[in-house]
């Protein structure tokens, strides 16, 4: 493999930038408030959404909250034990989290019910259920698919009191974030890495773009090093890629 | 608590709240070997972070089926003191602490030559005692030294600091307010000597072009705190090779 | 701690502390913690257990069966022993032999831990520091590879200042002109002694 590699090929036949063949499955999950299941490769990771109400946080009152979590489920991998989040669930719970929270893909403003008192939750659970590479992708990409699924009820606030409509409305979207994630093997960089490219890379890196090619999130994985030009072609070569994905992803889902 | 009131965070003259300038590091204290019961130790102050570094190792692995045939296992636990933030933080460990043990070991491991000590482990514990943003960045710093301090033998130092953005502008080693307030956060630790960058991560928004330059101002400045850190080092162990006996001589006078 | 210096390509380590790492023929001083059906288990302050077969101690002739019981004869748990590394690899932990010239159980003396890096200069170039020790405080001193040091004296007196001299070196390894400085100190100690 490593061979291949070295001549720009992969095990699968496809190129350094190539991704593997990607399906969005939108609204498995009637009972959430909003699902998609992500086949990316081998890869199938489901994202479930549920919103509910609570207490907004001290410092954000007048903001709603986004809570992200994921489970490396035992039946995704031989290598996955139950138990606990161990660090790599958690890595990639805060990854995601962090490429939403800070593209503010959700105007939080919009989920204050009451100013200090009332704001949704948007709880985001990403459940791993087949590990072939890349989770770091697959499950923001299911996270988003779900996110853009999403409905919530419609409400309206009379005398302090919630009371909700039945007509369902979206959940407030203003940006798309995708991570593309690189792997490092032997000096060459492949993007989306299967889990036989994983298991041999030295380290990875993944760039989290929004719609306008901002950066919003950037984590480097793995006890490899990088050099500052890789770093830079790789930053590059992500913003183009997450144009390209964020445009199918919105496609298939809508 | 109530929400902080924003202040400006750069004046007309390009000054910092803290008066720096945009690609300014705050102080840096480092002192080498100030615990006595671990094997390698370091304290470092950056600005008014407190960190305490201490490496255990290579030691016997416990459990048994950890370890490793070929290599030590390098474990790594940050931790932040309750009292170490303006709120209480709870002495269990969160989900951002897990994390950052799982980055900074990440950043420091590629410098071990864990080759060295197969079936052991080295262990490394950070303590943050007072916070001020920049914590894993200071406590990747501070443990390069522990491990120095240890006597495990390193391909080279490794060093770190934050850049970012702040009202616009990308500066240098953000502080709290700047954490808090800025627009985006970026830690990076590089290997000064091969120029390889072993931790990266960003959050907040950027360009590509930002990014660039808060990338050279921090690997810059990584190369700045390489030579406090060999300054630290240099003050405590100065050797006198004459006067050290070569292995072989040892042999003879046990024989 | 490993002082870096880069010479060419490679990194050269300086170490003035670190863990032992047993080199075979190494004369170590280990304590026992624990019995098994053939041998011991022994602490020699390294991160790999070492273990001291029976077949390598010189009691073990003529015994057949033995078991626990007869292993914790010859050696209990917690007991020190000077022993010597006869094997030890990347893929194994270090084996121990008692089949050599005063290898076995101590029973007297003091023991005295150093970092196992500062041996060298226990012992000094050709030996010029661990013989002044010896004949300046009148004791016998056995410094074991690993940084365990035995010092065994006729009276209190001269073990106690052979053993501030070892922890003096270890202080101040990294300086010159210490055997002289460290005699002068015997001698200003011993004769102390002698008036008192």
Redesign the interface.
Known sequence: MLDLILKGKRMDNRGPLDYRHLTIVPGVIEKANGSAQVYLGKTKVLAGIKVQTGDPFPDTPDDGILTVNAELVPLASPSFEAGPPDENSIELARVVDRGIRESKAIDLRKLCIQPGKKVFVVFVDIYVLDYDGNLIDASAMAALGALINAKMNAYEVKEGEVSYKDELMPLPMKDYPVPISSAKIEGSVVLDPCLEEEQVMSCRLTVTTGKDDRICAMQKGGLGVFTVDEIKQVVSTSIAKSRELRAAIIEKVR | ?A??KLVRLINQSGLRVDGRRLDELRPIKLE??ILDKA??SAYIEHGKNKILAAVY????AHPKHIAL??RAVVRCRYHMAPFSTEERKSPAPS??E??L???IR?AL??SIMSE?????TIDIFIEVLQADAGTRCAGITATSLAL??????????VAACAAGKVEGQVVLDLSDIEDKQGEAD?PVAL?P????????????????NE??QA??MS?EACRRIYEMQRDA??S????????????E??????A | MGLADVVGNKLIVVPVKGAYIPQIDDIVLGRVTDIGLSGWQIDIGAPYPAMLPMSETPIHRGREGGGRRDLSHIFGVGDLVLAQVIAFDRTRDPLLTTKGRGLGKITSGRVVRVSPAKIPRVIGKKGSMITMLKKETGTDIIAGQNGVILVSGRSPDQERTAVEALYMIEREAHTSGLTDRVRAMILEKMKGKMVG
Do not use: C, H, W
């Open positions: 608590m929400s902080q080498v070997g094997d390698g190792g290579p030691r016997e045939a070929d989900r951002r897990l994390e043990s799982k980055v990440e491991e590629p060295y000590y197969p079936r052991t120095a301090d240890a006597g495990i033998p390193m391909r080279e130092l970026l290997m000597k091969s120029n390889m960058v072993s931790l990266l991560q960003m959050d907040g928004s950027l360009t590509e990014f660039k990338l050279e690997t080092l240099r405590k162990f100065l050797v006198a090779r004459e006067e050290i006996a070569e292995k001589e040892v042999a003879e006078v046990k």
